[in-house]
């Protein structure tokens, strides 16, 4: 999202962050692979993770989640309606994709599963920028 920002010269007026439900991998890197999938369409993935916090809800007008799993956990933080109204599925905003749906995990699987993850994230920000554009009044 943040390249597609950068390419469309929004990166001032969007602000990107990513965040898990649990603490399993606070801190760490991204997965090698996906660093791989990303560098096959030009982009640079960087950052650490974190653990999504209760604030995220005031900081962000848009929380994203992968699946209908983390949606769900998301929802539970949720302290109010206007916050839960916040939480979309990713995939929600991809062209040609039917309501509902997950981005499947690649970490199990092997470096393919990524490249695939990659394009539906790749279509999904597509739509979401779209979206943006649109009912923000940002420049296209």
């Given at each position: 999202?943040?390249?597609?920002l950068e390419?469309?010269?929004l990166?001032?007026?969007?602000?990107?962050?990513?965040?898990?439900t649990?603490?399993?991998?606070?801190?760490d890197?991204?997965?090698?692979?996906?660093?791989?999938?990303a560098?096959?369409y030009?982009v640079?993935?960087?950052?650490?993770?974190?653990?999504?916090?209760?604030?995220d809800?005031?900081?962000?007008?848009?929380?994203?989640?992968?699946?209908?799993?983390?949606?769900?956990?998301?929802?539970?933080?949720?302290?109010?309606?206007?916050?839960?109204?916040?939480?979309?599925?990713i995939r929600d905003?991809?062209?040609?994709?039917?309501?509902?749906?997950?981005v499947p995990?690649p970490?199990?699987?092997?470096a393919?599963g990524?490249?695939?993850?990659?394009?539906?994230?790749?279509?999904?920000?597509?739509?979401?920028?779209?979206?943006?554009?649109?009912?923000?009044?940002?420049?296209?």
């Open positions: 999202m943040r390249s597609l390419d469309s010269g990166e001032e007026a969007v602000e990107v962050d990513s965040a898990g649990s603490a399993e991998h606070l801190g890197e991204p997965d090698p692979r996906t660093h791989e999938a560098e096959e030009g640079t993935v960087s950052g650490t993770a974190r653990q999504f916090e209760i604030e809800f005031d900081r962000f007008e848009y929380i994203l989640a992968m699946d209908a799993e983390n949606r769900d956990e998301l929802s539970s933080l949720a302290p109010d309606e206007v916050s839960e109204e916040k939480i979309f599925l905003f991809e062209a040609n994709a039917r309501r509902d749906q997950d995990d970490y199990y699987g092997g393919d990524f490249a695939k993850t990659f394009q539906i994230l790749d279509r999904a920000c597509r739509g979401l920028l779209e979206h943006l554009t649109i009912q923000h009044d940002l420049p296209s």
